[in-house]
């Protein structure tokens, strides 16, 4: 454990750290732009340049490793001439279009240049070398201007996804990125290319001139999309969602998230969304207020008592799943949530990435509280015996399954809970109007065992509310209240429920998540490539 | 018009000859403006005041040769906005050099404090503001005003060009104080050195 001075600040380090990482802890930004914690050292960019004392030339502090003793000035008058200099020589031939780039505002050439650069340029823009603009390779736009050949995008290609798709063209000052005969990025990470890429080189074209980014306010968040749960920040702007973005957890995504993922922000939107309840009248819909609906669910429960059965949502947070397991419990009657069998892909991959073959969010949160009880097809089986009088769905994914028809048209009394319009929603006698993730607090299990929360980023559209504060209502009017009017004191009453949970607290879980003991050891969601 | 200054000597004593002095005044504008037709007064409407070359009326969007807007939808005014009364939905633009031009661009008259500062913050001198300053509407969405009309130039040729960038930051605080701060705190004067005489 070597111990080493950054700007006269001390740190001790495990052997092999290099001067970078020991400065990122001390909270000591190093300016960089090939470095990126989750890829390899290049070294390329020489912006990092640091000044280590009794080394007489200057260290890029990216392939520097920390020994005992060592000594290291990152503002020296030294090293920000060199930091200073490097910045102006990869400046040459940046066309300097930052009102038309959608990297302004986040990066790294303005952030340097304001940090460390400062001069005036000594190249005119008719001298510069011009390079292509604005290439359509799919869902990232390459402006080869911009670039400044730090590599990273290339890493990225050859060390996470391994497809090689870019590669570096012609020489010099000539030099640019580019894919084979200009095709398109084809694997489901390009938007990761986006947001390795320093500069405005690579850029999201989904984001394509929707907003600067400094209108964005990031809420941290969990994607999802699939059982793996990537750490993601949703950026909004006035209520409305403008992009995800991967946050850094090296536990479970590192920097990465797939396009899949990062297209979710679309169904957040108020198009197509369940914004009131309604209730079945004698010839069509009648919208009642969400309170109306919620009296006329207790009334049902409370005449069927045991004769009804309660689907649970995996897509729900585990304070949803908590509260729609503490009703079914004061009710009485069947209780499961493995429609489509989700509990069996919990773990399985569908790529050598990130995403698992099991789309929802919280399958392992269902499975953890013991939801999984009495079994989808016994419970489909009593609804076509008759045996079923009043169904409560978390969500309405058993309304989608094409065999579950007959059952359901069998029972007399269907209330879901429903974040999107669709078809499905007919077959229900009283449809819930249901928050989504990006609107409700709450935390999500992974398939780690890893509890994760999520922050509410936008307001829910008209009545919306989260599944377990619907769940709560017919509770209080059933006599049985939950006791619990945040999610945070429903997740203590989850964590004094389920076995494991005991040792989490709401808040101590924090932004990256808490990882709870696991039948198989805590494996790293991403297979690392040889 | 300027006003004439005059003195007063408050210690006087109090007396009737000041009060006909008074009134002489009052009389001598009164047969000029009745006989000789000297009124400090305008026919507004019809007539309007000459305002000086800097005033921040409603603002005009500049267009390039080909009638296409100026502005390249970068959202510097909208940031610098301290009313944010200013819109802009962006969008890609058929040359690829310029890449973007604002699609819908709308700036509410109504909450508009006419700073300028949306002039100051542009890059592009494609918002400018120009003389006009009557501002009259029915109803509030009419003073919401989008890309076309702010782009009408028939408003500077009959009220000529307000507040714009046109003698080199003699009016632009926000911009000398930035370049000023940069000087003293860095010591660089940013744009192109010059080049050596040959």
């Given at each position: ?134 290439v359509d390779l799919g869902p990232i736009m390459l ?10 995008c290339?890493?990225f290609e050859?060390?996470?996804t391994?497809t090689n798709l870019l ?12 894919t084979f005969?200009n095709g398109p990025i084809t694997h489901e990470y390009a938007g990761n290319l986006a ?7 690579l850029?999201s074209h ?53 396009d ?271 | ?198």
């Amino acid at each position: 454990m070597p111990k080493c001075t950054i700007d006269g600040k001390e740190i001790e380090v495990p052997t092999g750290t290099t001067v970078i990482r020991a400065a990122e802890e001390l909270g000591v930004r190093i300016p960089r732009f090939c470095w990126h914690p989750d890829l390899t050292v290049d070294g390329n960019c020489r912006m990092c340049q640091v000044e280590v004392e009794k080394v007489p030339k200057l260290q890029i502090a990216c392939n520097t490793q920390v020994t005992e003793g060592m000594v290291v000035h990152t503002r020296s008058p030294r090293a920000a001439e060199a930091q200073r200099t490097t910045l102006e020589f990869l400046l040459v031939n940046h066309p300097i279009d930052c009102p038309v780039c959608d990297q302004a505002g986040e990066c790294y050439l303005q952030d340097q240049y304001m940090g460390h650069g400062l001069y005036g340029s000594k190249v005119e823009l008719e001298d510069k070398v011009r390079k292509r603009k604005v290439v359509d390779l799919g869902p990232i736009m390459l402006d080869a201007e911009r670039c400044v050949l730090c590599s990273r995008c290339l890493r990225f290609e050859r060390e996470v996804t391994g497809t090689n798709l870019l590669e570096f063209v012609n020489r010099g000052d000539h030099t640019q990125i580019s894919t084979f005969e200009n095709g398109p990025i084809t694997h489901e990470y390009a938007g990761n290319l986006a947001d390795v890429c320093p500069v405005g080189a690579l850029l999201s074209h989904d984001f394509r001139f929707k907003m600067r980014v400094w209108f964005l306010k990031e809420h941290e968040s969990v994607c999802p999309g699939c059982s793996t749960g990537c750490n993601v920040s949703v950026d909004e702007r006035d209520g409305e969602v403008q992009r995800l973005r991967p946050r850094r957890n090296v536990d479970v995504n590192k920097s990465w998230m797939c396009d899949p993922g990062r297209a979710l922000y679309k169904q957040i939107g108020v198009t197509g969304r369940v914004s009131g309840a309604r209730v079945r009248g004698a010839a069509s819909w009648e919208g009642v207020s969400v309170a109306a609906a919620l009296d006329r669910v207790a009334s049902a429960l409370k005449e069927k008592g045991a004769a009804s059965v309660f689907l649970a949502s995996p897509q729900g947070t585990n304070e949803d799943v908590f509260a729609f397991k503490a009703l079914a419990q004061a009710v009485g009657g069947k209780l499961d949530f493995r429609v489509g069998d989700p509990q069996k892909k919990v773990g399985e991959r569908i790529d050598h990435v990130l995403q698992r073959a099991d789309r929802n969010p919280n399958t392992q949160g269902c499975l953890d509280q013991g939801v999984g009880r009495d079994g989808v097809d016994a419970i489909l089986a009593a609804c076509r015996a008759g045996a079923v009088e009043a169904l409560v769905l978390q969500g309405p994914e058993i309304l989608r399954v094409p065999e579950a028809v007959d059952a359901i048209a069998k029972v007399p009394f269907v209330a879901v809970m429903a974040t999107h319009e669709g078809p499905e929603l007919d077959r229900a006698t009283v449809v819930l109007p249901a928050a989504l993730w990006a609107e409700a607090e709450g935390t999500f299990t992974n398939f780690q065992r890893r509890v994760q929360r999520l922050k509410a980023a936008v307001p829910a559209p008209g009545d919306a509310q989260p599944r377990w504060e619907l769940a709560a209502g017919v509770l209080v009017r059933l006599a049985q209240p939950l006791g619990a009017a945040t999610a945070r004191e429903v997740f203590a009453l989850v964590a004094k429920a389920t076995p494991d949970y005991a040792s989490l607290d709401y808040r101590a879980i924090g932004s990256q998540g808490q990882a709870l003991p696991s039948a198989e050891a805590a494996a790293p969601a991403q297979e690392a490539r040889a | 018009m300027a006003a004439r200054v005059v003195t007063v000597d408050r210690n006087q004593k109090a007396s009737v000859l000041p009060i006909l002095e008074g009134f002489g005044v009052t009389l001598k504008i009164f047969f000029d403006s009745l006989f000789r037709r000297r009124t400090s007064t305008i026919e507004f409407p019809e007539q309007k005041r000459n305002v000086s070359s800097r005033y921040r009326g409603i603002h005009v969007l500049t267009e390039r040769e080909d009638g296409t807007p100026k502005c390249v939808a970068c959202y510097m005014c909208a940031t610098a906005c301290p009313a944010e009364c200013i819109y802009i939905e962006a969008g890609e633009r058929p040359e690829k050099t310029i890449e973007k031009y604002p699609t819908r661009f709308e700036i509410d008259l109504l909450r508009c404090v006419y700073c300028g500062f949306c002039v100051d913050a542009c890059p592009e001198e494609a918002i400018i503001m120009s003389r006009e300053n009557d501002l009259v509407g029915t109803t509030r969405a009419e003073l919401i005003i989008d890309r076309d009309r702010l782009m009408a130039r028939s408003k500077l040729v009959e009220h000529g060009p307000g507040y714009r960038p046109a003698d080199h930051d003699v009016r632009r605080p926000v911009r000398i104080a930035a370049l000023e701060r940069l000087k003293a705190e860095h010591g660089i004067v940013p744009g192109m050195p010059k080049k050596p005489a040959r």
